[in-house]
């Protein structure tokens, strides 16, 4: 069965120090990778995806994402965080591998990122 | 281009009840999928509809249902309400169901089972 792993709950960093958000995977076909932020009483957002050929994935407000098939890994990365960055983030991947729907995500249980001025 | 839109923002229901919840997908998306936000569980898979047809279901029970109309927007219902069923909806849409699109995510109804 398709599953995506977050180790930890909550990661503090102090503004302007690089970020990370770790997420690993474990995917039968090719994996598709996404991160979500899902900032208080608000809905989540796209960040990025990856698909295939870059192992670094580039999105949204300076997110960048580290494919690593060895490691089965997908961490979320950024490098000067800032006190707007404080969210939850959320690992996620399609449930079918063929034929199957986009629709049909499954998430980590989600990071709680935490920057402090 | 207006986003996902979801209706009501919050709801107070009480036990037994039922409710129904509303979704408007982005103007051209013709994916819409709802999921369920609770601090246990996490984010769980409820359903998606493409083309007015359910095409994947999450494990829930019966009591959860939902559907598409011609323009794609989607209403879920939920009957004899439970207060686990407390929760924050979410409704997605997509341009279609390949693997790789991504979703774009309304804000959420916030249910409340009293």
């Known amino acids: 069965a398709q599953s995506v792993a977050q180790p930890e709950d909550q990661v503090n960093v102090a503004e302007g120090n690089p970020l990370t958000v770790k997420c690993t995977y474990s995917?039968?076909?090719?994996?598709?990778l996404f991160w979500y932020v899902q900032y208080p009483n608000r809905g989540l957002q796209f960040l990025l995806k990856?698909?295939?050929?870059?192992?670094l994935v580039k999105g949204s407000y300076g997110f960048e994402a580290e494919f690593n098939k060895s490691q089965t890994s997908f961490h979320l990365k950024k490098p000067s965080a800032l006190v707007s960055d404080s969210a939850l983030y959320f690992c996620?991947?399609?449930?079918?591998?063929?034929?199957?729907?986009?629709?049909?995500?499954?998430f980590g249980k989600g990071t709680k990122l935490s920057v402090k001025p | 281009k207006a986003g996902v839109t979801q209706t009501p923002r919050y709801l107070i229901k009480t036990r037994g009840q039922q409710v129904t919840l509303s979704c408007s997908p982005i103007?051209?998306?013709?994916?819409v999928s709802w999921y369920q936000q609770t601090p246990g569980q996490g984010l769980q898979f409820l359903f998606e509809?493409?083309?007015?047809?359910?095409?994947n279901k999450g494990n829930f029970p019966g009591r959860f249902s939902g559907r598409q109309f011609s323009n794609s927007r989607s209403e879920m219902n939920v009957s004899t309400l439970e207060l686990g069923d407390s929760a924050l909806y979410l409704c997605?849409?997509?341009?279609?169901?390949?693997?790789?699109?991504?979703?774009?995510f309304g804000p959420g109804t916030r249910l409340t089972v009293l």
């Open positions: 997605a849409s997509s341009r279609s169901t390949g693997l790789v699109n991504e979703q774009f």
């Open positions: 995917v039968s076909g090719n994996p598709y």
């Open positions: 990856y698909i295939t050929g870059d192992n």
């Open positions: 996620a991947a399609p449930r079918g591998t063929y034929g199957g729907s986009q629709g049909n995500l499954i």
């Open positions: 103007s051209g998306h013709r994916s």
């Open positions: 509809y493409f083309s007015e047809t359910q095409r």
